[in-house]
């Protein structure tokens, strides 16, 4: 006999755990979906942010960083530091407890909070007026409501699968078991950078190839002038207008690329080529959730509130915007007025649906939201 929830959240990142935190704090039986595991097969909550994004890049950031100020920033300061050794397989081990503390911290909030965990990859068996249900391995649950917070999943070049040796992802880059002589990275966001800095820091060339024609063109251009300057001081070489024409990967990877200045000046079709240990490829847009049929479409239709929200929105974002799916099955047009205040610019790909709005005002809202101001435009509606 299936299990009843009044809200079920599909995904245990910082959308989703918010969401569902937040949705038992206001009174509502809960109960999250989440398929991430350590190597070990045990359940690992925090989704991207916290096994293979922000949480374990900020630990690398500052182990990397004491270790270039013990080996290049003390000396100023009297402080000579001889022997220095790197111990990387310590500084790996640092991080991977540092993702472990996360991730045992939303275990603890959960039990807190009393918000029921389940183990697993959730889908879609039926919808009906009152709900719908889903399954997880053999778990069967039933939901007035359902938030999906799924998030995205490394996105490859065209050509040049994923094998974490050679060519990487984010969840490659933070596992190198030995520092590269060189590092080449396709993208200038913040992963690039990340993980960019980090190994650059611990000794690494570090040539990073981004298609943008200016420099973190999304942030604000100031700040973007001042990044630059800090970044390409630390040793980072940053090509921007870059386009890939072609990625070979044997015991090396072999970049082609055209920038702006080769395609004004190489008539004879010679184009730029970097030759790398390894390559880091910054490309996250698949989103992780699935459609098998027309009959899912069915399902997000039936709901009160759908939420998506992509691994490209910030993660404190993603937070607020699961504050805000829970905010509005209880009505809370409070605690919504207080998300409104923390959802930012850089907000990419939320969706919104509420049973009781037309088509033409979904569409409104889609496009509010692409805007930033889907909140604001949620307050209208339930008032």
Not at 30 to 48: H, N, S, Y
Not at 255 to 272: M, S, T
Not at 306 to 331: F, H, M, P, T, Y
Request: with cysteine; net charge positive.
């Amino acid at each position: 006999m299936a299990q009843s929830f009044d809200v079920v959240v599909i995904g245990g990142g910082p959308g989703g755990y918010v969401a569902a935190i937040r949705a038992a704090q206001l009174g509502l039986k809960t109960a999250c979906i989440d398929d991430w595991k350590t190597p070990d097969g045990k359940p690992a909550l925090g989704g991207t942010c916290t096994n293979i994004g922000c949480i374990p890049s900020k630990a690398l950031l500052q182990s990397s960083e004491n270790f270039e100020q013990a080996g290049h920033g003390f000396a100023e300061h009297g402080v000579r530091v001889k022997g220095l050794e790197l111990d990387l397989a310590q500084m790996l081990k640092r991080k991977d407890q540092v993702v472990k503390a996360s991730n045992d911290g939303v275990v603890y909030l959960f039990k807190k909070n009393k918000v029921a965990f389940f183990h697993g990859r959730g889908s879609f068996v039926k919808a009906g007026t009152e709900g719908c249900e889903i399954a997880v391995g053999e778990e069967t649950l039933s939901a007035r409501n359902v938030i999906i917070a799924t998030g995205s999943s490394p996105r490859a070049l065209s050509g040049a699968a994923f094998d974490e040796k050679l060519i990487l992802s984010n969840d490659g880059a933070l596992a190198i078991p030995e520092v590269p002589k060189r590092l080449g990275v396709i993208g200038a966001g913040v992963i690039g950078l990340e993980m960019g800095s980090v190994w650059r820091r611990l000794g690494s060339e570090v040539t990073i190839l981004e298609a943008l024609p200016v420099f973190l063109g999304a942030a604000d251009e100031q700040i973007a002038r001042e990044a630059w300057k800090i970044f390409t001081k630390q040793g980072l070489k940053i090509e921007l207008g870059v386009k890939i024409t072609g990625v070979k990967a044997k015991k090396e990877v072999t970049v082609e690329y055209a920038d702006a200045e080769a395609l004004r000046h190489l008539g004879n079709g010679e184009r730029p080529v970097v030759a790398e240990d390894q390559l880091l490829v910054e490309c996250r847009a698949r989103q992780r959730a699935r459609h098998r049929s027309g009959r899912d479409d069915h399902v997000l239709r039936s709901q009160s509130l759908v939420l998506c929200a992509g691994n490209r929105d910030l993660a404190s974002v993603r937070a607020r915007l699961g504050e805000a799916a829970a905010a509005v099955k209880e009505r809370d047009l409070v605690l919504l007025e207080k998300v409104h205040h923390a959802v930012v610019a850089g907000l990419h790909h939320p969706v919104f649906a509420l049973e009781h709005l037309r088509k033409v005002e979904l569409k409104a809202l889609h496009a509010h939201a692409v805007l930033g101001k889907a909140v604001p435009r949620l307050l209208e509606v339930l008032r």
